[in-house]
């Protein structure tokens, strides 16, 4: 059976955050040819053209991991009705230098969660700009705006509520097979 190995990739830094807890409790929503890592953001600098030629360890160590991936997902707050800078840094970096866009290619999917009503549309609106251009086939549906209230995880960092959980299987059969479409093995 083919592996699939898929980058994680969170756009909060927050200790506690919603947003990576939710990605770890969908990556256990996953088959088991599926297997997520997160990917490191916290200890990039801030993207900068001059360190093109020259980038940092943390730089290409997330680089090295994206090229390696067989997919990607994007779990990631809205901040001021974007995505956080956080976030666009990361991208940033590993699209760079010209010509050496490590995300091209890679069949990405996306999810939200906030303690607003608005679940992070917005935010999921920006980000299919910023990965069309990157040439990142991004899944369109089913769009997931989750809004997080106390008690959506319960002890074992699981969803909690059986029917959001059953929303978010759906969400990653879709996902699946998405990455199946995109690469075929
Ligand atoms: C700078 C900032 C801007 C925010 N803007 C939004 C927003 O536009 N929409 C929204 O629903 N929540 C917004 N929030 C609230 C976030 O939904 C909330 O902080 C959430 O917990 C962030 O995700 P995390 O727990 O993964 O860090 C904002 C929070 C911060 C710190």
Do not use: C
């Not at 947003?19 to 088959?31: D, F, I």
């Not at 093109?52 to 997330?62: H, I, S, Y």
């Amino acid at each position: 059976m083919s592996q699939y190995s898929i980058a994680l990739v969170v756009g909060s830094l927050r200790r506690g955050s919603f947003n990576r807890q939710l990605g770890r409790a969908v990556a256990k929503l996953a088959p088991p040819e599926f297997s997520f890592h997160e990917v490191r953001v916290d200890d990039l600098p801030l993207y900068n053209q001059d360190d093109d030629l020259a980038p940092g360890e943390a730089v290409k160590r997330l680089k090295t991991e994206i090229a390696a991936a067989n997919g990607l997902v994007f779990v990631t707050p809205e901040y001021n009705r974007s995505i956080p800078g956080v976030l666009k840094n990361a991208i940033d970096h590993a699209s760079r230098p010209y010509g050496q866009n490590v995300w091209a290619g890679k069949p990405a999917g996306m999810l939200g969660a906030s303690v607003g009503a608005p679940g992070t549309s917005m935010a999921q609106q920006h980000l299919p700009n910023i990965l069309t251009y990157l040439d990142v086939p991004t899944l369109g549906q089913p769009e997931a705006f989750l809004q997080v209230n106390e008690g959506f995880f319960d002890a074992a960092g699981s969803i909690a509520n059986a029917g959001t959980k059953a929303f978010l299987q759906s969400w990653m059969d879709r996902y699946v097979a998405w990455v199946n479409k995109i690469t075929p093995r």
